[in-house]
């Protein structure tokens, strides 16, 4: 079974980092893009970054770029999520996600909170 799980959250002030993990098991892993969507209070589920399984590139939303970065170790089957230059919007629940063979599988999410 495709399992995939989340961890790393944490409190942290702004301008502070976090490393996010995502931990899979139950697939090709180095077959799939894996992605972070994250989810805050009242708004959108909103797609954070990817990263493919074929060659590693990358894909970041404007609102994280230069401040992200999402890597993959395909041997150790997780995804990372560092995280730097934190700011309160960034306080969410962050998923893990994976489609594989047109379905969704989720993590179970891991929350950030940025204070000011």
């Known amino acids: 079974e495709v399992q995939l799980q989340a961890s790393g959250g944490g409190l942290v002030q702004a301008g502070g980092s976090l490393r996010l993990s995502c931990a899979a098991s139950?697939?090709?892993?180095?077959?799939?893009?894996i992605g972070w969507f994250r989810r805050a209070p009242g708004k959108e589920r909103e797609g954070v970054a990817c990263?493919?399984?074929?060659?590693?590139?990358?894909y970041y939303a404007d609102s994280v770029k230069g401040r992200f970065t999402i890597s993959r170790d395909n041997d150790k089957n997780t995804v990372n999520l560092e995280m730097e230059d934190l700011k309160p919007e960034d306080t969410a629940v962050y998923y893990c996600?994976?489609?594989?063979?047109?379905?969704?599988?989720w993590g179970q999410g891991t929350l950030v909170t940025v204070s000011s």
């Open positions: 990263v493919s399984g074929s060659d590693g590139s990358t």
């Open positions: 139950g697939f090709t892993f180095d077959d799939y893009v």
């Open positions: 996600h994976v489609q594989r063979y047109g379905i969704d599988y």
